[in-house]
């Protein structure tokens, strides 16, 4: 079984097929890619298996069961986490605030027993402390602990988003173009936590990414999309060489054109 399955789904806005009768699986441990020009379809795709938009036909498996019944908030609880395309933080609060947030699903105590701050109110709480200073380590991210977002770089808020992400412990992490905006050296960080997010924590990553560079050193399967369509699926080489996938790219921007080069 599949870990994710999307079976053939389609959403639209007015006019406009956003995500028109996709298929694709996702397996447990592997680190699977979706690629396209702008407007493919991609980040509604991720809307999608978070359950912020409902679609008009299709439906959408995880771990076997349907998840078209559950709301956004239950998604932690299931085992899925994602980072947006737009970095969304609590701005005024620390990095620390912003990953324990991200283990909220994992708080069992009622309100009585957190007034009376019981014993196993205090267990769990350092239980979060724990699970969220793992991350900070493995985020390398120190020295940014009691910083508060607002004044963060633009590098730092993008991997705090992945470790608030991280913190939740999913199965499956959704990374909305984890690379857009970074730096050379940091896309290289980013690949590298990849590759350990999937060996060493075992969680199952699907991304959204136009560094093709980034998908190619860490995917293991990369679908193209194209206006919402799904054009071609296998490795990131022979995506990138797939006749349909290179007329999709034609009469995009430049830049975008680099970006499947
Ligand atoms: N909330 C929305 N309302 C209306 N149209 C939208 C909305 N979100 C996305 N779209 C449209 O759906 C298409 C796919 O967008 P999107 O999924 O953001 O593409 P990608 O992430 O691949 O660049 C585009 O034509 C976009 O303009
Ligand atoms: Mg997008």
Known sequence: MSLLEIDNVTLRFGGVTAVNKVSFSVEEGEVFALVGPNGAGKSTLFNLISRFYDPVEGDIRFAGESILQRA???MAGLGIARTFQNIELFEQATVLQNLLVGRHRHRKGN???ELAFTPFVRQEERRHREAVEKVIDFLDLQAYREK?????????RKV????????????LLLLDEPASGLSVEETLDVAF???????????????VEHDMHLVSSVSDRVLALADGKALALGSAFEVQNDPKVIEAYIGVSDQEKRAVA
């Open 111 to 113: 309100l009585v027993s």
């Open 193 to 207: 936590w990849i590759e350990d997010i999937k060996r060493e924590m075992g969680i199952t990553v699907l991304m």
């Open 148 to 156: 508060h977002i607002a004044g963060l770089p633009y590098g730092v």
């Open 72 to 74: 956004p908030h239950e």
């Open 160 to 171: 705090v988003e992945m470790g608030r992400a991280l913190a939740i412990e999913p199965r």
